[in-house]
């Protein structure tokens, strides 16, 4: 398996625009993860899916952020409209129920001018 | 609301030394993983710990579980400079949900 995919791997947008951040978990995991990773906050759980459905979001830090899973093999994370406080390193990962570790995409680096 | 600290932040250590990096979350969860990550990369899962008492070693990393502490420990044993990068814990909440530690940073130095 290619692992956890993840696109694009860099963004840079201005502030104002539409960002929609990309993934495809590995075939067979029914758990996906949206993650943030930035210097002043470390790894927040944004929003996690269970079998495509979203099981707890209470980590989306405003209305500003969306995520859906429309299938098993895809995710996307959505801001509208970015600001730069957004700019951070958002992870995807996807897990299987009971076998333990969750496994991490290469990350998209947002970069929000 | 469940907190994951570890410590130190930041840890520099020359090459042959061994050292402990902790882990210590405050609600009650069996299944702790260790992570690391590269400047730049991704996470890699190193560890997977599902019980208390569960001990699990790779290399020159040794990783263990004690529930009842709510503690974790990674120990470093004799480092060598490709064990630089940062470490991070993570505890599994309600099945599959994880929370990460705010990860320690590791240089080893020659």
């Known amino acids: 398996d290619a692992g956890v995919i993840q696109s694009p791997r860099h963004e840079v947008t201005e502030m104002g625009q539409e960002v929609t951040l990309r993934c495809k978990p590995i075939?067979?995991?029914?758990?996906l993860f949206w993650y943030r990773q930035t210097m002043m906050r470390g790894l927040e759980l944004l929003i996690y899916?269970?079998?495509?459905?979203?099981?707890?979001d209470s980590g989306m830090p405003e209305d500003r952020f969306s995520a859906k899973m429309p299938n098993a093999s895809f995710s996307t994370l959505k801001i509208q409209p970015s600001e730069p406080r957004d700019s951070a390193v958002y992870f995807c990962?996807?897990?299987?129920?009971?076998?333990?570790?969750?496994?991490f995409g290469q990350g998209t680096r947002l970069t929000v001018v | 609301e469940l907190k994951v600290e570890q410590n130190p932040l930041f840890l520099s250590m020359q090459e042959g030394k061994n050292y402990t990096i902790y882990c210590n979350y405050s609600?009650?969860?069996?299944?702790l993983y260790w992570y690391r990550q590269d400047p730049g990369k991704s996470l890699e899962s190193l560890f997977v710990?599902?019980?208390?008492?569960a001990v699990k070693q790779e290399g020159r990393l040794m990783a263990s579980l004690d529930t009842k502490a709510r503690l974790s420990t990674l120990h470093i044993t004799a480092a060598v400079h490709d064990l630089s990068a940062t470490y991070f814990c993570?505890?599994?909440?309600?099945?599959?949900?994880?929370?990460f530690g705010t990860g320690t940073s590791l240089t080893v130095i020659p």
């Open positions: 075939s067979g995991h029914d758990y």
């Open positions: 609600t009650t969860s069996d299944r």
């Open positions: 899916f269970n079998n495509n459905v979203p099981i707890d």
């Open positions: 993570a505890v599994d909440m309600y099945g599959n949900q994880f929370y």
């Open positions: 990962a996807s897990s299987r129920f009971g076998t333990a570790e969750a496994f």
């Open positions: 710990l599902l019980s208390n008492g």
